[in-house]
């Protein structure tokens, strides 16, 4: 088995835990931090509307020799008043050129001049023009259908789960949101309708990591208040050792692509088109990666943790392990003999892994080993 296979099944059966939920102000501290970075940078430089948003004209050329710093500059001579020109290589040797907030008259005229300074016919090159009223309406479109996302996500989780739950989500969804937005801002990229696509895409891909370790949590924490050996925290943090491994790779695998995406084709092959849905996909999964572990759950857990069931159960925590300290009594030997004395009455002699069920995880064979229970944050048998 592979030394990330190994670490995965630790995690899942409680020999290994990473204290994600006891260090959530950590999480929290550097969240905020990233937040209010990209909050800082879109109030300074703003999104670079494309003219799908803003309103413009887009021309295509055919095949010319001309630089793309040249061509921006030859034809922001053409034209008066302030104007936004972005120039960028086609993979055919060919030109995009895209100019702001120009109606359909000034656009005609525009062509005529850049076919002149690139020494080819106006009928070579294609204009296409969007008109400012329309680019709004895309933007408001685009807007409202971001924030129904949201809406059926929140009725989505408080039906299937509780409204803490899709609280939090909804928190880990616009801290995600938010960073992808001032990323952009940051870098200046052009927004573009890909762009879009790609935030409902890594919305839905946060969505659903999220759901999973919700789902994880809800079973482990399933009646936790019958028992008196972990708090609320202590079996969130279980649920979620089980579930972080599978969470980073595939998070891994998904970044790959788009990471060549990015870098490889808008990068080094200069398919710049490509990186307004790349950097959205790569800024937002690695995001969604990350309040799916470090937000969304332990949101969840503060918010548990206020309620007057899990105080009183913390409390019943703390006296049990005080009593059990004066005593001298080992808990986690008390815990690790009873699985071991239930998993032999239930199982054949070498036997995998059984189908019963308890607080904080699936019983299984385990190795005879009094000590083997020690330092098990949660998910054991009172």
Do not use: C
Not at 302 to 320: D, G, I, N
Request: net charge positive; proline share 3%.
């Amino acid at each position: 088995m592979s030394r990330l296979g190994s670490l995965s099944h630790r995690l899942h059966r409680g020999e290994l835990s990473l204290d994600v939920v006891g260090k959530r102000r950590v999480w929290y501290g550097v969240s905020i931090l990233i937040t209010i970075v990209a909050v800082v940078g879109l109030a300074v430089n703003g999104l670079n509307k494309g003219i799908d948003f803003s309103g413009g004209a887009v021309f295509t050329t055919p095949k010319v020799s001309v630089s793309t710093t040249q061509a921006e500059n030859d034809t922001k001579a053409l034209l008066s008043g302030p104007h936004d020109v972005i120039a960028q290589k086609l993979g055919t040797g060919g030109m995009r050129i895209q100019v702001s907030g120009i109606d359909n008259d000034t656009a005609m005229s525009v062509r005529g001049g850049i076919a002149k300074d690139l020494g080819v016919a106006p009928d070579s090159i294609s204009p296409q023009v969007v008109g400012p009223s329309w680019g709004q309406q895309v933007s408001q479109k685009a807007e409202l259908g971001l924030v129904i996302f949201m809406v059926l996500v929140v009725i989505y989780l408080a039906i299937a789960f509780e409204w803490r739950m899709a609280v939090a989500a909804l928190i880990a969804l616009i801290h995600d949101l938010t960073i992808t937005v001032g990323v952009y801002a940051i870098v200046g990229f052009e927004v573009t309708p890909g762009t879009v696509i790609g935030l409902l895409t890594i919305l839905g891909y946060s969505l659903y990591d999220t759901v999973v370790v919700f789902d994880g949590l809800k079973e482990t924490t399933k009646g936790i208040t019958s028992q008196t050996r972990y708090t609320y925290t202590e079996l969130a943090n279980r649920s979620l050792n089980m579930t972080l491994v599978r969470s980073i790779n595939t998070s891994v695998v998904a970044l790959l692509p788009v990471a060549a995406l990015l870098f490889i084709g808008g990068g080094l092959l200069g398919a710049g088109m490509l990186n307004d849905i790349a950097l959205a996909l790569f800024v937002g999964l690695t995001a969604g990666a990350y309040s799916s572990i470090f937000i969304a759950t332990p949101l969840v857990t503060s918010f548990k943790e206020a309620t007057p069931e899990m105080k009183a159960l913390a409390k019943r925590v703390r006296a049990k392990r005080a009593k059990a300290e004066r005593e001298g009594v080992d808990l986690d030997a008390q815990d690790a003999e009873r699985e071991q004395a239930e998993d032999g009455d239930d199982e054949p002699a070498g036997a995998g892994a059984g189908s019963g069920s308890g607080i904080g995880g699936q019983r299984r064979q385990q190795p005879s080993s009094r000590n083997r229970g020690r330092g098990r944050p949660s998910g054991k048998r009172r």
